[in-house]
């Protein structure tokens, strides 16, 4: 699965947009970009995944660049319980079920 | 609601003894689960792929013996730390996919504290 690179840490006011990038700049054509999240000392939440169009749930939108290589999250209007460390992992669907999680971006929502 | 749960959810064991813990996946059966493990500060790291029906499969350096899997039925598979140490202190976090293998659901977590 190809490598994902993500800023250690953002901030974001309280209503406001965040946008979280993701760098995945050696994604082949099979793989696709999810995001998950980890509230502290929870078990990680799915959030949404996509493949090549931009996607939006009732959580988030998902943002993912013409040439695959890099993607945003967006969490339209981010709350305080929205912080937390969020994980953007690129898989070929179908392959292992299993998620590889890298460092991610810790997200704090600031009041 | 949750849809995996994982019992205990915190656990507290002396060295040289050995803990069970529980992933339940609680409407829906999953032919595969999956055990992490993180540390303070750190990412989850995953150990194994536990199959029904059939062994489990570790990642590499995750010692076999040391840390038991058996997925007993459509619905529970469970995690033994044998024979705990301190250094085996962490929360162990389990996954399962549902209805496909676009998104899993995880338990809670347990947080396993040797003393």
């Known amino acids: 699965d190809a490598k994902t690179t993500q800023p250690p840490s953002m901030d974001c006011a309280e209503g406001r947009a965040a946008n979280l990038p993701c760098n995945h700049s050696?994604?082949?054509?099979?793989?696709?970009v999810y995001w998950y999240r980890q509230i502290h000392s929870q078990g990680p939440q799915y959030i949404i995944h996509?493949?090549?169009n931009n996607e939006t749930n009732e959580m988030a939108s998902l943002i993912i660049t013409e040439d695959r290589k890099s993607s945003t999250l967006i969490l339209p209007h981010a709350t305080l319980r929205d912080t937390a460390v969020y994980y953007c992992i690129v898989r070929v669907q179908g392959g292992s079920e299993k998620l590889v999680f890298g460092k991610g971006t810790k997200l704090t929502v600031n009041p | 609601g949750a849809v995996v749960s994982q019992h205990p959810s915190r656990v507290i064991c002396k060295s040289g003894t050995s803990v069970k813990i529980e992933c339940r996946s609680l409407?829906?059966?999953?032919?595969?689960m999956f055990w992490y493990r993180q540390f303070p500060k750190q990412s989850l790291m995953l150990m194994a792929t536990?199959?029904?029906?059939?062994?489990?499969?570790?990642e590499q350096g995750v010692e076999k013996d040391k840390f038991l899997i058996n997925h007993a039925s459509l619905t529970l598979s469970t995690l033994t730390v044998t024979s705990a140490h301190p250094e085996d202190s962490s929360f162990y976090i389990c996954?399962?996919?549902?209805?496909?293998?676009?998104?899993?659901?995880f338990g809670p977590g347990t947080r396993l504290t040797v003393t």
């Open positions: 050696t994604i082949s054509g099979n793989e696709y």
């Open positions: 996954s399962a996919p549902r209805y496909s293998a676009y998104e899993q659901y």
């Open positions: 536990s199959n029904e029906g059939s062994k489990a499969t570790y």
């Open positions: 409407d829906f059966q999953a032919t595969t």
């Open positions: 996509g493949l090549k």
